[in-house]
């Protein structure tokens, strides 16, 4: 699950903890950069509080839908079985992943952000090219 900060839809940015960063109407490393200090300023907050029942809902969804989608193909349902006996779960859990998600609560959920997420561990990692201000050079 991701940070859900009300300012990602706002500003035009989707922005998810370990994806890619994509701009819309703002391709700029130093605009995605401040966007991204907000978001880091946010996760301590969004840690304590945890996800709502819609940002649950959606993840849902998204994830239940995606995986079904996956079957559909070849390849897609090869991966599963694969995926399935690699973790040395029965071949069942393939028809049953769909419905073990969706049984997935928002307690359930903030009870393991706050297990496995430290915020004070948080490490952000870089790439490019900054002057000694930490703005992209041109």
Known sequence: FRCSCSHHRVEGVLRMLGETA????HDDA????NQLLEEIADFPDWVARGIT????RIRKESLAGSYEVGLSTTSGFAGAILSTLEQEYPL???DEFPE????ITRTEVNKAIKK???PKKLLL???GSIDAM???LS
Do not use: F, N, Q
């Open 22 to 25: 994509l701009a819309s109407a």
């Open 30 to 33: 130093w605009y995605l950069r």
């Open 53 to 56: 029942e819609r940002e649950l």
């Open 92 to 94: 069942s859990r393939i």
């Open 100 to 103: 073990m998600v969706k049984k």
């Open 116 to 118: 496995y997420i430290d």
């Open 125 to 127: 990692v870089t790439a």
């Open 134 to 136: 930490g703005k992209p």
